[in-house]
C-alpha cells in the first residue's frame, strides 16, 4: 500500500478527535503543490533533468550553492555558472518566498548569448552600468533582451536582473527567478506544522492538568490505615507497580531499551488492562472507594491517549519527512535549504508521548510510595526496623545483626560504601520516623517481616544453645 492511503487510514482513525484531523499535514494537497512546482521550473527550462545536470556536470564548471536569504551571496565563485536556491522568511508577514537565483557569465562574443540550456535566456542583457560594482535590480515581465541603445528592456518574463558581479575578472550577470508555487507548498507545509506545534502544546498542556488532578484523587483514596477510614492504598500499588512491570512505552531491558514501537505499545497496554481485571484489582472488593473506580478509568484514558498520541506523532512526522524527500526528488531542489524556514522540524528532538510518561512517573506514580525505595540492600524486602548507619545507609536490624555476629574485620565495614560503621551501630541508628512511616504505608510487609525475624532469631538463638529444631513434643 502507498503511503499516501496508509497516511490518510492513521489520520482518520475513529478515536482521533475532529481537532487533530483538521491539523494533520495534507499529504495529497501538498503533492499536488509539487506537481505545480515541476510545471513551474519546466517552463522556465528548469526541469528536474536539466537542473540535475546543471547541477552535477563539472565539465560545465557549474556549481548548485545553496544558502538562506540572511547569508551574503559567494562572490568568488569560479567562472561558469551558478544556480543557488534561497528561502527567504519576512520577520513581519511571516511568509515564506522562495527563488531560484542564476549567475551567468557574460561573453565576450558579438552575441553574447547564454549557452546555458534555458529558453527563457535567450540573449545576454547589459545593465551598461557605468562602476562594475554598481548594484541595480530591474523587475521585467518577458524575455530579457537588449533594445540597441544597451538601456531599456523588453518585458516578457517574471524575473529580476541584478547587476554586474565581478568574479576573477570575469563579468556575471545574475537573474532571479521567484518561485510561487513552491511558495504555495512551503506556506501550506509550514503553516501545517505550526498547527501541529500548537496542538502538541495544548495536548500537554492538558496532560499535566490531568496528571495533577488524577494524582490527587489517587491521594485522597489511597491514604495509610493509621488515618482511618476506608482506603485503597494496597490496590492502587499492585495497580501502579503491575504498570512499571508491564513497559508499555518504555523498556528498559538491556536487550531492547528505549521507546516502544506503537504496535508493541498497542500490545502491551492491552495485556495490562487484562492483567487489571485477572487480578481482581478493578473489583468492587479491591476498589471500595468510588472515586478510585473513577480514577482507574481516567488513567486507562490517560495511557490509550499517550498511545494515539504516539501514532499520530510519528504519522505526521513520517508524512513530512517523505513530502520534503518527494520535493528534493520531484525538483531538484534541495531540502536542507527549506528546513531551515519551516516552523517544526521533522524530527523533533523530544517526543511528547515520552514527556506524558515521565509526567506519570515523576508526578503520579510518587503518589504512593513504592515499596522498592524502602528495601534492604542485602536481602532485598523491606528494611523494617530500620538501622541508619553512621555513613547513612540503610539495612534492617537483622541483616545489620548478622554482620556484627560475624565478628570479622571484613563484615565491619558498609556494604555500599565500606566505611567503618557496622561495629559502632547500636540503638541509637534505630531510624523511628521511617519505622513509623514504614508501619502506616507497608503495614502487610512489615508484619510479613517482622514475623519472618522472630522466626529467625528464633532459630538462632536455638542453634546457640544446642537446642534441636526439629525435635517435638509428643
Known amino acids: 500500500m502507498k503511503f499516501g492511503k496508509t497516511y490518510t487510514a492513521i489520520i482518520y482513525d475513529p478515536t482521533f478527535p475532529q481537532e487533530w484531523r483538521d491539523k494533520a499535514i495534507d499529504y495529497r494537497q501538498l503533492k499536488k503543490l ?39 551571496t559567494d562572490e568568488t565563485t569560479e567562472p561558469g555558472y551558478a544556480a543557488i536556491y534561497e528561502v527567504a522568511q519576512s520577520t513581519q508577514t511571516h511568509g515564506i518566498s522562495p527563488q531560484l537565483r542564476l549567475r551567468l557569465p557574460r561573453r565576450d562574443s558579438e552575441s553574447g548569448i547564454h549557452d546555458l540550456p534555458l529558453p527563457t535566456l535567450e540573449r545576454r542583457a ?48 545574475e537573474v532571479v527567478y521567484p518561485l510561487s ?3 504555495a507548498f512551503l506556506e501550506l507545509l ?8 500548537s496542538l502538541y502544546s495544548s495536548i500537554l498542556r ?10 490527587r484523587t ?47 505499545a498497542e500490545k502491551r497496554l492491552k495485556r495490562f488492562a487484562d492483567e487489571v481485571i485477572e487480578r481482581g484489582l478493578d473489583s468492587k472488593r479491591a476498589l471500595r472507594i468510588v472515586d478510585s473506580k473513577e480514577a482507574l478509568h481516567r488513567f486507562y484514558a490517560l495511557n490509550v491517549l499517550i498511545l494515539d498520541l504516539k501514532k499520530f506523532q510519528l504519522a505526521n512526522a513520517e508524512a513530512t519527512r517523505k513530502i520534503l524527500k518527494k520535493h528534493q526528488k520531484r525538483t ?61 545507609h540503610l539495612f534492617c536490624v537483622r541483616c545489620l545483626v548478622k554482620m556484627q555476629k560475624k565478628g570479622t574485620p571484613e563484615y565491619g565495614n558498609c556494604p555500599l560504601c565500606r566505611a567503618p560503621t ?18 502506616d504505608w507497608f503495614p502487610k510487609e512489615v508484619r510479613i517481616k517482622a514475623k519472618e525475624n522472630g522466626e529467625e532469631a528464633n532459630k538462632e538463638m536455638a542453634e546457640e544453645l544446642g537446642i534441636d529444631n526439629d525435635c517435638r513434643v509428643m
Open 190 to 197: 509550514s503553516g501545517a506544522l505550526a498547527a501541529l506545534a
Open 181 to 183: 508555487s513552491d511558495a
Open 34 to 72: 509539487i506537481n505545480q512546482v515541476v510545471i513551474e521550473l519546466s517552463a522556465l527550462g528548469l526541469n528536474p533533468a536539466v537542473l540535475q545536470r546543471f547541477i552535477t556536470e563539472p565539465s560545465q564548471h557549474s556549481r548548485f550553492v545553496t544558502q538562506t536569504a540572511t547569508e551574503p
Open 422 to 439: 557496622v561495629f559502632k551501630a547500636d540503638k541509637s541508628n534505630l531510624d523511628v520516623a521511617l519505622m513509623n512511616f514504614m508501619k
Open 332 to 392: 531538484s531542489l534541495p531540502s536542507s535549504v527549506v528546513i531551515p524556514s519551516l516552523t517544526l522540524t521533522v524530527r523533533g528532538k523530544e517526543s511528547l508521548p515520552r514527556m506524558m510518561v515521565c509526567m506519570i512517573t515523576e508526578t503520579l506514580l510518587p503518589v504512593i510510595p513504592s515499596i522498592d525505595d524502602y528495601s534492604c540492600m542485602i536481602c532485598t524486602s523491606i528494611a523494617f526496623k530500620p538501622i541508619r548507619l553512621d555513613c547513612g
Open 218 to 264: 489517587i491521594s485522597s483514596t489511597a491514604r495509610p490505615r493509621s488515618e482511618g477510614g476506608k482506603s485503597d492504598l494496597d490496590t492502587w500499588r499492585s495497580i501502579f507497580q503491575l504498570w512499571v512491570e508491564s513497559e508499555i512505552f518504555e523498556s528498559l531491558s538491556e536487550r531492547h531499551h528505549g521507546e516502544v514501537e506503537v504496535a508493541e
Open 206 to 215: 492538558h496532560c499535566e492538568v490531568e496528571v495533577e488532578a488524577l494524582s
Open 126 to 173: 547589459s545593465l551598461g552600468l557605468s562602476s562594475p560594482d554598481a548594484t541595480a535590480s530591474i523587475q521585467t515581465t518577458g524575455i530579457l533582451i537588449p533594445d540597441g541603445t544597451g538601456q531599456g528592456y523588453r518585458p516578457g518574463s517574471s524575473s529580476y536582473i541584478l547587476p554586474n558581479v565581478m568574479d576573477d575578472g570575469e563579468r556575471q550577470d
